[in-house]
């Protein structure tokens, strides 16, 4: 069965599935929702009228939600590197971590733009200042269980990373990840040379004027 995925080049949770597809060379088509290719749009709410992004489609079935792509995809078109672990319980840290990126770091900075988009000075102030107390949250609390891993659940690059890559690399935007958490920056830059999500960097760097509170000059 061919695999066709729905996304767009610049979104955080597009490039998380893009992340586990790169890392296991598995082929699939990219179907842009763009406004060049409105067709896409169409199929795309076909299958999700719930209207959020990705989604992939595996022949006539149709998975949403990142991680159940994921794990979707470890289950039906498994590759040389496994995303999540055979051990249950080690499995669990990993859904865990996956569940931490998604919820406590890429939550606050969709809040964020989100209010940017508004065009409402004071609710994107409103929104950047929330996202600000969040991420220091959650940039501490990440920095205490880095210490040994190289990784996010240890040596293995697991689903867990798939959700931290783009979380941290917006986050860091949006609030940036200061001198206070060296382990975070550390792990950060190392998401950031990791061949699948470098290549997902890359695949959105012309989009980056899109990003409503402004795109720094780097990464
Ligand atoms: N929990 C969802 C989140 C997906 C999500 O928020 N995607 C964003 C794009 S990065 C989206 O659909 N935005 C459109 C909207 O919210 O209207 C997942 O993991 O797939």
């Given at each position: 069965m061919s695999l066709a995925l729905y996304g767009h080049p610049f979104s955080s949770y597009t490039q998380k599935v893009l992340i586990a597809l790169y890392e296991n060379d598995t082929p699939f088509q990219f179907r842009n929702l763009g406004p060049d290719t409105p067709e896409h749009a169409a199929e795309w709410l076909r299958h999700w009228?719930?209207?959020?992004?990705p989604l992939l489609l595996d022949g006539e079935r149709a998975v949403v939600e990142t991680s159940i792509i994921i794990e979707y995809l470890q289950l039906?078109?498994?590759?040389?590197?496994?995303?999540?672990?055979?051990?249950a319980m080690q499995a669990l840290d990993v859904r865990f971590m996956d569940r931490f990126f998604d919820l406590h770091v890429m939550s606050p900075v969709q809040h964020a733009v989100a209010m940017a988009l508004t065009g409402d000075p004071g609710k994107a102030e409103d929104g950047r200042a929330q996202a600000r107390q969040k991420l220091e949250l959650a940039y501490a609390w990440l920095e205490t269980q880095l210490?040994?891993?190289?990784w996010a659940c240890g040596a293995q690059f697991s689903l867990a990373d798939c959700a931290a890559a783009p979380s941290l690399f917006y986050a860091d935007w949006t609030h940036p990840i200061s001198d206070a958490h060296p382990l975070l920056r550390g792990y950060r830059a190392r998401l950031l040379a990791r061949p699948s999500f470098a290549r997902a960097v890359d695949e959105a760097?012309?989009?980056?004027?899109?990003f409503p509170l402004g795109a720094p000059d780097r990464d």
């Open positions: 009228p719930l209207g959020k992004f039906q078109h498994a590759g040389p590197v496994s995303l999540l672990p055979a051990d210490p040994d891993r190289y760097r012309p989009y980056r004027v899109l």
